[in-house]
């Protein structure tokens, strides 16, 4: 068996590429929607709700945004330590194939890598992934039916 170049490493040692994607924890989709939701309660004129749903936005809004995951042409990296100290940097010419996996409960990615090995992504796993992987990877895609 060869030695893999993927492996688990400090967050401070992972080397700045050019992302082609970047996840984070925040979505700018709920951002909006909930400033939207704030405004539509202050045109209602329902002040004590305001004050409890901007609070909410504020935060959402100013908080942190912790990293998930990033790709670029070389390698992909899922932050999933909850230190915030190590995360899986595995290199794109280590895959052997991938899936896509939608399921009743939540999305999962499967990563087949040389030596028989797999490397599963189960928690936020986003749909701007797939499409990631379609550019980066398109051949080694393993298509599968819907799991219920």
Avoid: Q
């Avoid at 992972?14 to 984070?24: H, Q, Y």
């Avoid at 490397?119 to 398109?138: A, Q, S």
């Amino acid at each position: 068996m060869s030695e893999h170049k993927s492996h688990k490493v400090k967050i401070e040692n992972i080397l700045p590429e050019k992302a082609k994607i970047k996840l984070g924890s925040k979505n700018r989709t709920y951002i909006i929607a909930a400033w939207l939701f704030v405004l539509m309660l202050a045109l209602a004129k329902l002040w004590i709700l305001v004050i409890f749903a901007g609070f909410y936005a504020f935060i959402y809004s100013f908080g942190d945004d912790k990293k998930i995951f990033e790709g670029n042409s070389k390698f992909f990296v899922v932050y999933n330590d909850k230190n915030n100290i190590y995360a899986d940097v595995i290199y794109l010419s280590e895959v052997e194939g991938w899936e896509y996996r939608i399921t009743n409960t939540k999305d999962k990615m499967i990563f087949y890598l040389y030596d028989m090995e797999k490397y599963r992504i189960e928690e936020n796993v986003d749909r701007r992934m797939y499409g990631y992987f379609r550019e980066v990877l398109p051949e080694k895609e393993i298509r599968r039916k819907k799991e219920s």
